[in-house]
Nanobody
Framework: QVQLVESGGGLVQAGGSLRLSCAAS????????MGWFRQAPGKERDFVAA???????????YYADSVKGRSTISRDNAKNTVYLQMNSLKPEDTAVYYC??????????????????WGQGTQVTVSS
C-alpha cells in the first residue's frame, strides 16, 4: 500500500520560511518522480516544484515561476523523503500543499494528471 505523508505546514508571517516534508512508503522511491502541488480555496491545483526519478545522471528539479528562486525541492532516497524548502513566503503562497509520486519517465512533470499517488495535504498559511 502506497502512502505519502506530508508534514511541516503551519502559520508563518510574510517573509518567513517553512520546510515541508513528504515521507513515502510502499514504493521504490528512487523510481518515482516526486512533485509538490498546492491548492488555494476556490482555485485549481497548481504545480509548485518537482524532482525527477533517479537516473544514472542523478535527478533534475523543476519549479513553477511563482516560486522559482524562493523554493528548493530535494530528496533523500535513503529516507524515502522529499522536501520543499520555502523562503521569503508571501500571502499568496497560502494553500494546501500536496505531495505526489509519478512513475512516468516522460511527459509533463508539472501536470497533476500524470501523478499516480497523492498525500493528504498540509496547510500553509502566510499572514501579511
Amino acid at each position: 500500500q502506497v502512502q505519502l505523508v506530508e508534514s511541516g505546514g503551519g502559520l508563518v508571517q510574510a517573509g518567513g520560511s517553512l520546510r515541508l516534508s513528504c515521507a513515502a512508503s510502499g514504493v521504490t522511491f528512487s523510481s518515482y518522480g516526486m512533485g509538490w502541488f498546492r491548492q488555494a480555496p476556490g482555485k485549481e491545483r497548481d504545480f509548485v516544484a518537482a524532482t525527477s526519478r533517479i537516473s544514472w545522471t542523478g535527478s533534475s528539479t523543476y519549479y513553477a515561476d511563482s516560486v522559482k528562486g524562493r523554493s528548493t525541492i530535494s530528496r533523500d532516497n535513503a529516507k524515502n523523503t522529499v522536501y520543499l524548502q520555502m523562503n521569503s513566503l508571501k500571502p499568496e503562497d497560502t494553500a494546501v500543499y500536496y505531495c505526489a509520486a509519478r512513475s512516468k519517465r516522460a511527459g509533463a512533470i508539472s501536470n497533476p494528471d500524470e501523478y499516480d499517488y497523492w498525500g493528504q495535504g498540509t496547510q500553509v498559511t502566510v499572514s501579511s
